[in-house]
């Protein structure tokens, strides 16, 4: 059997039937005309355009590592190369829309319902690192999520989510081409039709951390994998989002609320931290709290700073930047943004920092009742390490952001 692909100026022949490659960031999936190298199946795994590596999403022996999406990388030497590499186009597809918050509500709730983490209890809520632990309250625990540790019992909920969609928002699903779940971040479709919610199989079951928007909508989800699921150095909280080499869409960096800004009179105050975990212990520990997180000290400033204009805000960002002139610099950063912002709109709020001694978390310090001090700008500055304080004074000079002078002012 022939099939003719047209290409620019002239047509290919290709000697067995053969779909288009799909590349996404250089990355082809697996086909079952193209199964993958290292575990021989048609699906989830994915491959460089050059043939050379492999990204087997099953196996992890004789891995040479782990790529960004918690597959298993294998490279190859050219003797193995199979196929007519040469003869085939890349065919880049778009990008899928992200689907609008309304959809992305209805499914991540449902996903919750379906799949909570309390149906995990002994991994997710009382063990070591469970919610309890932490110190998130036995009723807070039905707000969070569990993913399935196998990407079989992943691709069966997938399939009920899609199907429930379908159901609950029917206008939606009617607009598209491909299945539309695949727009809210986490769920993918191969080629083949197959539906699936992340990635590769786990030891432990994942929890699932919703990102609510100003009025408690769930705008995205993080994952936390359990400790024997990531090695050292790599990222224990994840986006919930279609990882390459499959198509889904992007969840990008929402912030998260731990309230609703309509109802909370200005001028009031803010904690902001990162991640939205720490965020509801918080919450949870100090129920007079209002809290907005950012997924990580260095994401979405612009959207923090935004967030949190009319309000006085106490910084409590993780103690590493004490130490850490990368992390310092982050938060010297958001500091001259959100003063020179509120300078900008000609406000009177104030930014105040939270610091504790001892504890990396704000939520690990009041769980071991610490004390909080809560510094000015100048005060927070002045306590700084040499190395940390230079590299503070350097971001802020480039920004053009001067306290010390405002303080002479007044
Ligand atoms: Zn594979």
């Avoid at 769920?187 to 919703?210: A, H, K």
């Avoid at 992007?250 to 609320?257: A, G, Q, R, Y």
């Avoid at 950012?294 to 994401?299: A, E, F, I, P, R």
């Avoid at 300078?343 to 009742?369: C, F, M, P, S």
Wanted: proline share 6%; aromatic share 8%; with cysteine.
């Amino acid at each position: 059997m022939s099939v003719h692909i047209p290409s620019t100026n002239q047509g290919r022949t290709i000697n067995f039937p053969q779909r288009q490659r799909a590349l996404i960031n250089g990355f082809c999936r697996v086909t079952k005309y193209r199964p993958c190298r290292v575990c021989k199946k048609p699906d989830w795994c994915g491959y460089t355009a050059d043939e050379q590596t492999s990204i087997c999403m099953r196996i992890s022996n004789g891995s040479k590592g782990t790529s960004r999406n918690g597959g298993n990388i294998f490279h190859h030497n050219r003797l193995f190369l199979v196929g007519n590499p040469g003869i085939v186009r890349n065919q880049v597809l778009p990008p899928i829309e992200i689907a609008p918050i309304e959809v992305r509500n209805a499914v991540y709730q449902e996903l919750i319902r379906l799949s909570p983490a309390v149906k995990y209890y002994s991994q997710l809520i009382d063990g070591p690192n469970g919610l309890l632990s932490r110190g998130l309250r036995e009723s807070d625990a039905q707000n969070y999520g569990a993913l399935p540790r196998t990407h079989k019992e992943r691709a069966g909920l997938a399939h009920t989510l899609s199907k429930f969609l379908k159901v609950r928002i029917p206008e939606y699903v009617g607009r598209s081409t491909h299945a539309a779940i695949i727009g809210v971040p986490g769920f993918c479709q191969d080629e083949l039709g197959n539906l699936q919610l992340w990635s590769r199989d786990y030891n432990m079951p994942l929890l699932v951390i919703p990102y609510r928007d100003t009025q408690g909508r769930i705008q995205a989800c993080q994952l936390r994998l359990h400790r024997n699921d990531f090695r050292p150095g790599e990222k224990k909280y994840r986006w919930l989002a279609c990882p390459f080499p499959f198509r889904g869409a992007s969840s990008s960096t929402p912030i998260h609320f731990t309230f609703k800004p309509a109802d909370l009179p200005q001028v009031k105050t803010v904690i902001i931290t990162e991640g939205a975990l720490k965020a509801e212990t918080l919450v949870s520990l100090r129920p007079k709290a209002r809290v907005i997180a950012t997924s990580g000290v260095s994401c979405s400033h612009a959207e923090i700073v935004e967030a949190a204009r009319s309000y006085n805000a106490l910084i409590a960002f993780d103690a590493d930047y004490k130490t850490n002139p990368a992390v310092a610099r982050q938060l010297a950063r958001l500091i001259a943004t959100r003063e020179q912002d509120i300078a900008a709109h000609h406000l009177e709020t104030t930014t105040r920092i939270v610091t504790w001694q001892r504890y990396k978390g704000i939520d690990d310090a009041l769980l071991a009742n610490s004390t909080l001090e809560i510094m000015t700008i100048l005060q927070w500055y002045s306590a700084l390490g040499d190395r940390v304080l230079a590299e503070v004074k350097r971001v802020w000079d480039v920004a053009n952001y001067r306290p010390w002078i405002s303080l002479v002012k007044k």
